[in-house]
T-cell receptor, first 115, second 113 residues
C-alpha cells in the first residue's frame, strides 16, 4: 500500500497524559499536512511541512502541540498534557509540489479520545 | 469566520437522479478548489478539482462548476448511486504549489435506492 499511513488508528488516553501520533506520507511527496477534525466539522488545518521545514502553523496549534518531520519523510504530532477538548480525529495528508494545484491525499486518521 | 461554506448539512436524492452539492467561499485569493468524499472512520478521499482558470471540470459522473464572480462552486453527480452516500467536503487553496487547504463543514449525501 503506497498511500498515507497513520498510526495508531485509535488512541484513548487520560487527561494530562502526552500522546504522539505518526504519519508516513506517500514516498515521493515533499509536502505533509496535519489537520484536526471534530464531529460535524470539516478538517481544520494545523500545520504543514515542505520536506523537513515546518512552513506554517495555525493558531489552533497551541504550545501543547508540536510537530516534527526530522528527515523530511515521516512526521510525528505530539500533544502534551492532553485535555478533553483535544478529542478529535487527527488527519495527515501529503502532496507533491512538483506542479501547481495538486491535491492532497489523506490517511485514515488517528482518533484520539481523552477521558 | 468560515472562508468556505457549505450551507446544506444534508441532502437526500433518489438513485439515478442528479445530486447537486453547493459551496461558497469568501476569500478572493482562492484559486484552486477541490471536492473530497469521506466515509465514516476513514480519511477524506480526493474526488475532483478545478482551477480558477476554468469554469467546469468533468470526470465521469462527477462535474464541478465554478462561478468566480459569485464565489460559488457546485458538484454535480449524475446519475447518483447508493455508494455515493458519504459526507462531501469542499476545499480551497491559494494555489501557488499549494499551501494549506481550507475545508467547508461538509454536506452529508444520502442516495436512496
Amino acid at each position: 500500500d503506497t498511500g498515507v499511513s497513520q498510526n495508531p488508528r485509535h488512541k484513548i488516553t487520560k487527561r494530562g497524559q502526552n500522546v504522539t501520533f505518526r504519519c508516513d506520507p506517500i514516498s515521493e511527496h515533499n509536502r505533509l499536512y496535519w489537520y484536526r477534525q471534530t464531529l460535524g466539522q470539516g478538517p481544520e488545518f494545523l500545520t504543514y511541512f515542505q520536506n523537513e521545514a515546518q512552513l506554517e502553523k495555525s493558531r489552533l496549534l497551541s504550545d501543547r502541540f508540536s510537530a516534527e518531520r526530522p528527515k523530511g519523510s515521516f512526521s510525528t504530532l505530539e500533544i502534551q498534557r492532553t485535555e478533553q477538548g483535544d478529542s478529535a480525529m487527527y488527519l495527515c495528508a501529503s502532496s507533491s509540489n512538483q506542479a501547481p494545484n495538486t491535491e492532497a491525499f489523506f490517511g485514515q486518521g488517528t482518533r484520539l479520545t481523552v477521558v | 469566520d468560515q472562508q468556505v461554506k457549505q450551507n446544506s448539512p444534508s441532502l437526500s436524492v433518489q438513485e439515478g437522479r442528479i445530486s447537486i452539492l453547493n459551496c461558497d467561499y469568501t476569500n478572493s485569493m482562492f484559486d484552486y478548489f477541490l471536492w473530497y468524499k469521506k466515509y465514516p472512520a476513514e480519511g477524506p478521499t480526493f474526488l475532483i478539482s478545478i482551477s480558477s482558470i476554468k469554469d467546469k471540470n468533468e470526470d465521469g459522473r462527477f462535474t464541478v462548476f465554478l462561478n468566480k464572480s459569485a464565489k460559488h462552486l457546485s458538484l454535480h453527480i449524475v446519475p447518483s448511486q447508493p455508494g455515493d452516500s458519504a459526507v462531501y467536503f469542499c476545499a480551497a487553496s491559494e494555489g501557488n504549489y499549494g499551501q494549506n487547504f481550507v475545508f467547508g463543514p461538509g454536506t452529508r449525501l444520502s442516495v436512496l435506492p
